[in-house]
């Protein structure tokens, strides 16, 4: 059984910085495309961040420059660095992995078959 469990959110003031976590297990990181999607109330789930199989890293244009996404094979982890944080980044964020080798895309949440319960981002000005 797959589970992804996220860690690391919080409560910050604009301009700072989180680093949100996601551990593995009954998965192996990195053996499909992995991401992570954000959702803030009223609003449909988006794309955050993507790490696709052996490619360049994916972003949304309104994190671009200040999120990073990255792996820890050793740990099975899958990780956001969010830095220069911004009030519209509120929202509870949300690891997912595909299970199939589908096209990596921010745009096709629903092609992510894994998902973590989220952990939640919230950032006051």
């Known amino acids: 059984q797959v589970q992804l469990v996220e860690s690391g959110g919080g409560s910050v003031q604009s301009g700072g910085s989180l680093k949100l976590s996601c551990v593995a297990s009954?998965?192996?990181?990195?053996?499909?495309?992995m991401g992570w999607f954000r959702q803030a109330p009223g609003q449909e789930r988006e794309g955050v961040a993507l790490l696709p199989l052996g490619g360049s890293t994916i972003y949304v244009d309104s994190v671009k420059g200040r999120f990073t996404i990255s792996k820890d094979n050793a740990e099975n982890a899958l990780y956001l660095q969010m830095n220069n944080l911004k009030p519209e980044d509120t929202a509870m964020y949300y690891c997912?992995?595909?299970?199939?080798?589908?096209?990596?895309?921010?745009?096709?949440?629903?092609?992510?078959?894994?998902w973590g319960q989220g952990t939640q981002v919230t950032v006051s000005s």
């Open positions: 997912a992995a595909l299970q199939y080798f589908y096209t990596c895309t921010l745009h096709r949440p629903t092609d992510f078959a894994y």
């Open positions: 009954g998965y192996t990181v990195g053996t499909t495309c």
